[in-house]
């Protein structure tokens, strides 16, 4: 069974500074997804990243992926309030389970000035 | 990305009554619809997958007879929670995906179910 795990589960950041969410699955992954949700919002997507060394980035957040260690992170450079969100990974078994999609369980994110 | 929609956005109902969500796809034929149930500050779980035009697959420990999906269309799946009993009051979303761009799920922005 595969097991997606976040951590941390919450992150308090202050504005202009550096932090690191780290997701890791149990299982040789196809894909792997970052979402974000807003408060009673439906999920946002964020990137999707292919393969061993993946990296991506849009403004302050870059996604990467280590298929090996079976770790993804997702990195935020100085902080700013509009990033406060919650943040999923998912890990998708393309070939084995056709496109579904096992999440983490999301990481709380506050930005304070 | 595609567009999905929802309806309704939010509905109440009383318990023991049935409520029908719809997800449509407004520009893309998806082939492949999925409907997650999302408990509060909890992460999304899959509930079942659907295939246009053959039985939803539902996950361990979902009741099919109280969640009963019908993927009538390219573009349309229902879920339909039978007998609700506040238990069930949750944030259902679907996605879906194509073949097309089978990389990809595109989520709809969600249904809030309250069951008194």
């Known amino acids: 069974e595969l097991k997606v795990e976040q951590n941390p589960l919450f992150l308090s950041m202050q504005e202009g500074k550096n932090y690191t969410i780290y997701c890791n699955y149990s299982t040789t992954s196809d894909r792997l997804y970052w979402y974000r949700q807003d408060p009673g919002k439906s999920l946002e997507s964020l990137f999707v990243?292919?393969?061993?060394?993946a990296v991506k980035q849009e403004g302050r957040l870059m996604a990467s992926l280590d298929t090996k260690a079976r770790l993804s992170t997702l990195h935020i450079t100085a902080a700013v309030h509009d990033l406060s969100a919650t943040y999923f990974c998912a890990v998708d078994l393309y070939k084995a389970a056709g496109n579904k999609l096992t999440f983490g369980g999301g990481t709380r994110v506050l930005v304070k000035p | 990305g595609a567009v999905v929609s929802q309806h309704p956005s939010r509905v109440i109902c009383k318990s023991g009554t049935s409520v029908k969500i719809e997800c449509r796809s407004l520009d893309f034929q998806a082939t492949t619809m999925f409907w997650y149930r999302q408990f509060p500050k909890q992460s999304l779980m899959l509930m079942a997958t659907?295939?246009?035009?053959?039985?939803?697959?539902?996950e361990q420990g979902v009741e099919k007879d109280k969640f009963l999906i019908n993927h009538a269309s390219l573009t349309l799946s229902t879920l339909t929670v039978t007998s609700a009993h506040p238990e069930d009051s949750s944030f259902y979303i679907c996605?879906?995906?194509?073949?097309?761009?089978?990389?990809?799920?595109?989520f709809g922005p969600g249904t809030r179910l309250t069951v008194l």
């Open positions: 996605s879906l995906t194509g073949t097309t761009r089978a990389d990809t799920q595109y």
């Open positions: 990243l292919l393969s061993n060394g």
């Open positions: 659907s295939n246009e035009g053959s039985k939803a697959t539902y």
